[in-house]
T-cell receptor, first 111, second 115 residues
Framework: QKEVEQNSGPLSVPEGAIASLNCTYSDRGSQSFFWYRQYSGKSPELIMFIYSNGDKEDGRFTAQLNKASQYVSLLIRDSQPSDSATYLCAVIEEYGNKLVFGAGTILRVKS | EPEVTQTPSHQVTQMGQEVILRCVPISNHLYFYWYRQILGQKVEFLVSFYNNEISEKSEIFDDQFSVERPDGSNFTLKIRSTKLEDSAMYFC?????????????FGPGTRLLVL
């Protein structure tokens, strides 16, 4: 099985700052990329998905995809303490329909 | 807003016992999934289900596991003879179509503890 890699963190940012979360994937044919947020003991909650190279913005969140570099990132602007969670990058590989998850990055936003 | 529901939220069982985890996917969704997450580890795919049959399964999904859609709303995961290493959070997910968007929506999970 192909891999999805994330820095485990924790990534600590002050309230109001921009948090930058990164993810790389090994299956070059992957087509769909997702960011989920997971609070401790809870289920993954979809934040955003992205299919095309470039940026996609939704409120305070921006997903960035670079297929040539096999890299996807999530920017969180104006970070809030409530954003403190584990952020999971997930990929649907070419010819697949299952999500392949990274291990997640722990984000801590300090007030 | 429609959501995936799962029961029970917690299940404690003895090793070797059978457990059935239940899920009610979002009503007009067609694709159903089970994932699991062992404490401190990645979310792992177990099985996908479409048109009343398994469409893909992982190496984890061995003969001890089975899935069923017994009626028009429920989707179940059965573990026939539980092992200690089956202790994990089990998440059900559903998806509307086979095309884009491929977004999968997760239920709240069942925490299974095998003693």
């Amino acid at each position: 099985q192909k891999e999805v890699e994330q820095n485990s963190g924790p990534l600590s940012v002050p309230e109001g700052a921009i948090a930058s979360l990164n993810c790389t994937y090994s299956d070059r044919g992957s087509q769909s990329f997702f960011w989920y947020r997971q609070y401790s003991g809870k289920s993954p909650e979809l934040i955003m998905f992205i299919y095309s190279n470039g940026d996609k913005e939704d409120g305070r969140f921006t997903a960035q995809l670079n297929k040539a570099s096999q890299y996807v990132s999530l920017l969180i602007r104006d970070s809030q303490p409530s954003d403190s969670a584990t952020y999971l990058c997930a990929v649907i590989e070419e010819y697949g329909n299952k999500l392949v998850f990274g291990a997640g990055t722990i984000l801590r936003v300090k007030s | 807003e429609p959501e995936v529901t799962q029961t029970p939220s917690h299940q404690v069982t003895q090793m070797g016992q059978e457990v059935i985890l239940r899920c009610v996917p979002i009503s007009n969704h067609l694709y159903f999934y089970w994932y699991r997450q062992i404490l401190g580890q990645k979310v792992e795919f177990l099985v996908s289900f479409y048109n009343n049959e398994i469409s893909e399964k992982s190496e984890i999904f061995d003969d001890q596991f089975s899935v069923e859609r017994p009626d028009g709303s429920n989707f179940t995961l059965k573990i026939r003879s539980t092992k200690l290493e089956d202790s994990a959070m089990y998440f059900c997910a559903s998806r509307l179509t086979g095309g884009y968007p491929e977004t999968q929506y997760f239920g709240p999970g069942t925490r299974l503890l095998v003693l």
